[in-house]
Structures are given as structure tokens and as C-alpha cells.
């Protein structure tokens, strides 16, 4: 996605291409090495237990149970396990996420590479990235909103968020919204040696369509929808209750009600249908 000079920003072209490139292993490793921990400690006696049933003896120097019936308890325990594992790395990358928010609260604008900002950006984004993962992979609707809010970002309620991306700072999003596939919600973009930063706002009963990009500084009213492979430029504003759609968003149309789509649907089989003469409507708040 590129967009000519933005006024506020001043920075030529955003895109949102650009990465962080350290080496962010080692931040993924320390958190896996963390839940290891964690796992291993709490189910020592079980797995001492289930030892002892097979060898007759004990690598620690006590036996708690040894009875048969903790080897119908294994498979639950394998997967409390999974569970215990991913919630305690979710809990210790928290920890350190708001020590870090401690340490450098963030802050929106634009930086130059080398700068607090970026520095502490980038750690607070690869020690989400993590947990936010392993949240989309769990069997639980409600981890991932879970997760989002313990890091900071303000989601309402009986929210939706599917199989997406969404920045682990500066994004509010209201009641009642909905969000599809593969969508991106950015509250940063990187291009070259500058990062820019702003807050995104998503209102209350809004719906961001698949295939969509948020740029910073967007703010959807409440009702609004962006539509289906649309983007938005940086502090654009979507006007509440319309569909917007555009690469990038240029042009607004009305919702339609059931009924109307009825009618429209019976319009088209009684013959040729009209194409309505839509008056678009800029809402871009970028430069185009």
C-alpha cells in the first residue's frame, strides 16, 4: 500500500511492507523455554507416578499416587498441558509487555531508525507476536480477545475477530463489531528508516470485510463498513452507517434493507436492471 506525501506525517511514501529485521528468535525462544518450565514442574509427580508404574521405581525420592488409573488421566493431561503451556506464555509475555510499556510508554508520531520509539516498538511487537499466535491456535473462540486486552488493546463487547492481524497498541475498537479474514489493522507503518505511529478507532457495530487494511490514524464511525479488498490512507475518516470500498477507499454506498434487496432481487428477474448512477463520495483524508 503506498500514499503519497501525508501533511502530517511527512514522510514521502508508507508502506506497509517495510519489517523489523533483528533477530527476534530470541525473544520467541526465551517464551517457549518459559512455558517448558512451567509444564515440566507442575506434572513432575504425575509423570513420576506413571514411571514408578512402569519400572517400579521413582526418579524423585516419593511415589504420590501409583495407581493404574492415572494412565486413563494421560491424555487429559497432555492436553491441560497444551493449554497450561500456551496460557502461561500468554501470562509471562504480558509481564514483560507492560514492563516494557514501564520502561518507554509508547508514543504516536513519526521516528527515525535507531530512536527510543523504534527500539521499544519493535520489542513490545515481537514479545506479543508469540502469544497472540498461539491464542489463534487454541480451540477457544474468546483467547485471542483474551490476549488483546491483557497487551493493551481496547476491544468492546461481544466483539468478533477472526483469523486477522491487529497491533498490539494504539487500536480501540467499540460493541458489536465484527471483523472477517485477513484483515490488517495497523497502528504503525515502517518505510525505510521511519516509523509512523497513530492511533486506530474502529466505532461500535462496525464490520471490516475480508481481504482489508486499516492504516494508522483511521477512524471508522459507528456503523460503518469497510468493504470487501478495500484499504484505507492514513487518518482516513468512514462515515458511520455506509458501506465504503476502494483501493483506496474513494467511494461510499448506502445499506440496504432486507426488503429493498428483496425488491431489487425481483426487479432483476423481471428483466434488464439499470445501473443507478451511485454519486461517490471522497472520504479520504490522505492526499490521493
Known amino acids: 500500500m503506498e500514499n503519497t506525501r501525508d501533511s ?71 492436553y491441560g498441558n497444551l493449554l497450561l503451556f500456551a496460557f502461561s506464555i500468554i501470562l509471562f509475555s504480558t509481564i514483560i509487555f507492560k514492563v516494557l510499556n514501564k520502561l518507554y510508554p509508547p508514543k504516536e508520531g513519526v521516528f527515525e531508525r535507531g530512536s527510543k520509539e523504534w527500539k521499544y516498538t519493535h520489542r513490545r511487537f515481537w514479545t506479543a507476536y508469540f502469544p497472540i499466535w498461539l491464542a489463534r491456535a487454541l480451540p477457544l473462540p474468546w483467547s485471542d480477545i483474551i490476549v488483546y486486552r491483557l497487551l493493551g488493546v481496547k476491544i468492546g463487547r461481544n466483539v468478533v475477530a477472526y483469523e486477522g492481524y491487529i497491533d498490539p497498541e494504539f487500536v480501540e475498537i467499540g460493541d458489536y463489531t465484527m471483523t472477517s479474514l485477513n484483515i490488517c489493522i495497523f497502528s504503525h507503518l515502517i518505510y525505510q528508516d521511519k516509523i509512523l505511529i497513530k492511533k486506530v478507532k474502529v466505532g461500535n457495530t462496525c464490520i471490516v470485510g475480508p481481504q482489508t487494511i486499516i492504516s494508522p490514524g483511521t477512524i471508522l464511525q459507528d456503523g460503518a463498513i469497510l468493504g470487501v479488498n478495500s484499504y484505507t490512507w492514513i487518518d482516513q475518516v468512514l462515515e458511520g452507517d455506509l458501506i465504503h470500498v476502494g483501493t483506496p477507499v474513494s467511494m461510499t454506498l448506502q445499506i440496504q434493507s432486507v426488503e429493498e434487496s428483496q425488491k431489487k432481487a425481483e426487479r432483476i428477474k423481471e428483466g434488464p436492471l439499470e445501473t443507478p448512477n451511485h454519486n461517490s463520495k471522497n472520504t479520504s483524508g490522505g492526499s490521493n
Not at 11 to 28: A, D, E, H, Q, R
Not at 35 to 62: A, H, R
Open 8 to 78: 502530517q506525517s511527512g514522510i514521502n511514501y508508507i508502506s506497509t511492507s517495510g519489517v523489523f529485521k533483528t533477530p527476534f528468535t530470541l525473544i520467541i525462544l526465551l517464551q517457549f523455554y518459559v512455558g517448558c518450565i512451567v509444564v515440566i514442574s507442575i506434572n513432575l509427580w504425575f509423570y513420576n507416578d506413571l514411571y514408578f508404574l512402569l519400572t517400579g521405581q521413582s526418579f524423585l525420592p516419593f511415589v504420590l499416587g501409583g495407581e493404574w488409573w492415572e494412565w486413563l488421566l494421560l491424555p487429559l493431561n497432555i
